[in-house]
């Protein structure tokens, strides 16, 4: 592929229109299942977010606490995002694929809302290091993440071949 605009692959986002408040339209398959469409988007900066987002019944164990299992669907989300904060979303010409994540729970997230802030912490060659935390309506810390991410072009092929 060269690199004329017409020759590169072209992915639709539906998701990249967004109403004002909103960090992510409706569209998006992991951010239509948490709702993400929903979250209000307190502050974006470039390499920083911070978002009130809620906590749909579908997310939650029996206890009513956000399951474990989902929350790095949250982190993953919020991380990719973190990374192209402040930029203008028509101006995102890679793809962006989690290479690792670690996270620590120290607090349930009950909701019905918590606070998620997430922030660029290191960015070299195509490698991105993203922090992400959880806030609950106390302004306790309840999750803590570490997130590497890779910048990849839209027209790598994918898997071995």
């Given at each position: 592929?060269?690199?004329?605009?017409?020759d590169r692959p072209f992915f639709p986002r539906p998701w990249l229109q967004r109403e004002p408040g909103q960090l992510i339209g409706r569209g998006h398959p992991a951010g239509?299942?948490?709702?993400?469409?929903?979250?209000?988007?307190?502050?974006?900066?470039?390499?920083?977010?911070?978002?009130?987002?809620?906590?749909?019944?579908?997310?939650?164990?029996?206890?009513?606490?956000?399951?474990?299992?989902?929350?790095?669907?949250?982190?993953?989300?919020?991380?990719?995002?973190?990374?192209?904060?402040?930029?203008?979303?028509?101006?995102?010409?890679?793809?962006?694929?989690?290479?690792?994540?670690?996270?620590?729970?120290?607090?349930?997230?009950?909701?019905?809302?918590?606070?998620?802030?997430?922030?660029?912490?290191?960015?070299?060659?195509?490698?991105?290091?993203?922090?992400?935390?959880?806030?609950?309506?106390?302004?306790?810390?309840?999750?803590?993440?570490?997130?590497?991410?890779?910048?990849?072009?839209?027209?790598?092929?994918?898997?071995?071949?």
């Amino acid at each position: 592929m060269g690199n004329n605009p017409a020759d590169r692959p072209f992915f639709p986002r539906p998701w990249l229109q967004r109403e004002p408040g909103q960090l992510i339209g409706r569209g998006h398959p992991a951010g239509d299942f948490l709702e993400a469409y929903r979250w209000r988007l307190l502050d974006e900066q470039p390499g920083l977010l911070r978002v009130r987002a809620h906590l749909p019944d579908h997310v939650k164990n029996p206890r009513g606490q956000l399951f474990g299992g989902f929350t790095p669907t949250y982190v993953d989300l919020v991380a990719l995002l973190t990374v192209r904060a402040g930029q203008p979303r028509e101006g995102w010409k890679t793809w962006l694929a989690t290479t690792s994540m670690r996270l620590d729970y120290f607090e349930p997230i009950v909701g019905p809302e918590f606070v998620i802030e997430s922030k660029l912490v290191k960015a070299r060659g195509r490698t991105r290091a993203v922090e992400t935390r959880f806030y609950d309506p106390e302004d306790t810390l309840a999750v803590f993440a570490f997130t590497l991410i890779r910048e990849m072009p839209l027209d790598r092929v994918l898997g071995d071949g």
